[in-house]
């Protein structure tokens, strides 16, 4: 009898399947990193190129460390061990990507072993690797994006008038969280967007790009507000019930840049959505399971679901543990949840959506309602730093620097605004001797 496979259509159920695999014990919850930072010429500041030094540093650091190469079209892009990499940003900046741990030391001790590495081949090779937002000094026109294909395609693609900055100019920090189930990720999700746009603002860090004063105080935060509104913002009405359905929905919703077939990129170019092609297919090709990662993963929301939750929207800094405490206490604690939700409970989207706006030009003196972002943000911390002491894992200690800021009415780019227009005198060479001194203090 004659054998024949019966080819299966791709369903809405299958791709439900990919979060649902996420779902976890509490117990068995873990934070995750992804931590980018930007190669600049220790002389002369300007952005160091792939072919001019930023390879050189892959091949040195995987002969010296035993890491594998992650490789396209035969151009190294990226190095891997285990489940740690360290890959390559379109404009070249250089990200970490940490195996989630159980707690913040356990990624701060893998972050400085990698460092000790890391930073004196740099050295040799005059690369200073900067903890900011933005290229202080090198605009987009003048950093090529790295051989990747991928990255090629996207840029051709992204719209927005500020999309190139974003691409090849900022550097930010990723965390990422557990859930138990749908309605435990949901409600993550929810308070996940709505911290967003106050985390920008407590650390704001990019003031400063092409070597002047913005007017910013997150450059690299109107560059997502100006990239693709298809793409990006929130995934969710703040308003409302939310649902993995849903979000699927959004995600399919979204016009497709390409598809990978064969190896090789289809280039769609926004001729579809993903909703579409599983109805009719795009030029013979059927959808699969990898077309859809492959399109969730070119959709940029403030907030990411996948089988975890990845919280996106903050300038790199050198405080960036922070960041990951800030939202551990509040998303695994066992109150600041119900805290939280009741701190925001008279916001709404429209109030949310709006704050976005403001927080790039005035951080922690942008509005909501009849309070300023400083008074809601001091009221985080200290819902978080009071459930992780709760937690009784000692994590606290990594909200310190960010409450001193804060608690002065302070982001990073307030300190930076102040230097540059006095002590520094608009002197850029002071400006990355500040951040690299601040990078040293921490390893």
């Keep these: 009898m004659l054998n024949t496979r019966i080819k299966q259509k791709l369903e809405k159920e299958d791709i439900l399947r990919l979060y649902q695999k996420g779902y976890k014990k509490s117990e068995d919850f873990t934070v995750g990193v992804e931590y980018e930072r930007l190669p600049i010429s220790a002389s002369s500041y300007n952005a160091v190129d792939y072919a001019n030094g930023v390879c050189n540093f892959l091949r040195q650091f995987a002969r010296e460390e035993n890491w594998d190469y992650i490789t396209d079209d035969f151009n190294i892009i990226g190095l891997k061990q285990n489940h740690d990499t360290i890959t390559l940003e379109p404009g070249c900046q250089i990200e970490l990507s940490i195996k989630p741990e159980k707690t913040i030391f356990d990624i701060e001790k893998k972050i400085k072993s990698l460092n000790k590495v890391i930073l004196p081949i740099l050295d040799k090779m005059n690369i200073t690797l900067l903890e900011y937002g933005v290229s202080p000094l090198t605009t987009h026109k003048n950093i090529n994006i790295i051989p990747k294909k991928r990255y090629k395609i996207m840029a051709g693609y992204l719209w927005g008038i500020l999309s190139d900055v974003m691409m090849r100019e900022t550097a930010g920090i990723q965390g990422c969280f557990d859930f138990t189930d749908e309605e435990d990720a949901m409600r993550k999700f929810k308070i996940a967007n709505k911290l967003v746009p106050f985390m920008t603002a407590m650390f704001a860090n990019s003031p400063i790009r092409g070597?002047?004063?913005?007017?910013?105080?997150?450059?690299?935060?109107?560059?997502?507000?100006?990239?693709?509104?298809?793409?990006?913002?929130?995934?969710?009405?703040?308003?409302?019930?939310?649902?993995?359905?849903?979000?699927?929905?959004?995600?399919?919703?979204?016009?497709?840049?390409?598809?990978?077939k064969g190896g090789h990129p289809v280039e769609v170019n926004g001729r579809i959505n993903f909703a579409d092609y599983m109805v009719k297919g795009f030029e013979g090709f059927e959808p699969t399971l990898d077309d859809y990662k492959l399109h969730a993963n070119l959709y940029f929301p403030d907030v990411r679901l996948r089988n975890f939750i990845e919280i996106r929207n903050h300038d790199c800094t050198h405080i960036s543990y922070a960041v990951l405490a800030i939202y551990k206490g509040i998303l695994y604690g066992k109150y600041a949840l119900s805290e939280i939700e009741d701190l925001f409970k008279e916001f709404t989207n429209k109030d949310f959506t709006e704050l976005r706006y403001n927080i790039p030009k005035n951080a922690l003196q942008s509005g909501i309602k009849n309070y300023t972002v400083l008074d809601i943000a001091k009221e985080i911390l200290y819902i978080a730093e009071k459930s992780l002491i709760e937690m009784n894992t000692g994590e606290e200690k990594f909200l310190e620097p960010i409450k001193d800021l804060t608690l002065n009415g302070l982001c990073p780019a307030d300190i930076i605004l102040r230097n540059w227009n006095g002590l520094w005198n608009k002197d850029i060479s002071k400006l990355v001797r500040y951040l690299k001194n601040l990078s040293l203090s921490d390893i």
Excluded: H, Q
């Design 211 to 260: 070597g002047v004063e913005t007017g910013y105080k997150s450059f690299r935060a109107l560059s997502w507000l100006n990239t693709d509104n298809d793409r990006c913002g929130f995934a969710c009405n703040l308003d409302g019930e939310f649902s993995f359905d849903e979000y699927i929905d959004k995600v399919m919703n979204s016009p497709v840049i390409f598809l990978n």
